[in-house]
Nanobody, 125 residues
Framework: QVQLVESGGGLVQAGDSLRLSCAAS????????MGWFRQAPGKEREFVCA????????YYADSVKGRFTISRDNAKNRVYLQMNSLKPEDTAVYYC??????????????????WGQGTQVTVSS
């Protein structure tokens, strides 16, 4: 069982930056691809980005490409999401997730095995 805890959310203005962190209860580096998803009120949970076990591969949704950066520190069992140039439409609860399968279909929330409780990000205009 893997426990994931997100932190770093908050209320910011459009154009600001935030860095989210996801702490895992076990070593994730050799076993898990990691992803970030988000869910706005009344909407489906959507893919944001993912990173493979070693950190050498990343994959982003078009809506965040060029503004968000996912990274991981396997020694600390942490995954990060650096969010720059935030927009009001980025407002959502952000979740990190862990996947034990091969590096494929990382945009599909159904393949992820473990989820955190989420952290709220609110971007005001």
């Amino acid at each position: 069982q893997v426990q994931l805890v997100e932190s770093g959310g908050g209320l910011v203005q459009a154009g600001d930056s935030l860095r989210l962190s996801c702490a895992a209860s076990v070593r994730t580096g050799s076993n898990y691809n990691m992803g970030w998803f988000r869910q706005a009120p009344g909407k489906e949970r959507e893919f944001v980005c993912a990173i493979n076990r070693s950190g050498g591969l990343t994959y982003y949704a078009d809506s965040v490409k060029g503004r968000f950066t996912i990274s991981r520190d396997n020694a600390k069992n942490r995954v990060y999401l650096q969010m720059n140039s935030l927009k009001p439409e980025d407002t959502a609860v952000y979740y990190c997730a862990a996947d034990t399968a091969a590096w494929s279909n990382l945009y599909d929330k159904a393949i992820y095995d473990y989820w955190g409780q989420g952290t709220q990000v609110t971007v005001s205009s």
